[in-house]
Nanobody, 115 residues
Framework: QVQLVESGGGLVQAGGSLRLSCVAT????????MCWYRQAPGKQRELVAA???????NYADFVKGRFTISRDNAKNTVYLQMNSLKPEDTAVYYC?????????WGQGTQVTVSS
């Protein structure tokens, strides 16, 4: 079994920064990808950033230049550094991992950006 636990969400003013963390525990010996998604009220869940096979990263256009995803394999942890936050970034942010073809989700962490 694999568990993903996110932390680091909170309330921040527009222009501020937050860093989200997601720790994977359990059978994590072959993580293919780790990603961050988000879901705002009344909207579909959307991909924010991904690190794939620890070799490449992808970002949604709406966060390019503001967010950075990084991974610490020794700690089985993925981070999302979020800078220049905007009110439209307000959402629940979810960690996702694909491990040997199986998908795992964290419980989500709320990020609220005030104007």
């Amino acid at each position: 079994q694999v568990q993903l636990v996110e932390s680091g969400g909170g309330l921040v003013q527009a222009g501020g920064s937050l860093r989200l963390s997601c720790v994977a525990t359990g059978s994590t010996f072959s993580i293919n990808s780790m990603c961050w998604y988000r879901q705002a009220p009344g909207k579909q869940r959307e991909l924010v950033a991904a690190t794939i096979n620890d070799r490449s990263t992808n970002y949604a256009d709406f966060v390019k230049g503001r967010f950075t995803i990084s991974r610490d394999n020794a700690k089985n942890t993925v981070y999302l550094q979020m800078n220049s936050l905007k009110p439209e970034d307000t959402a629940v942010y979810y960690c996702h991992a694909n491990i040997i073809g199986f998908d795992y989700w964290g419980q989500g962490t709320q990020v609220t950006v005030s104007s």
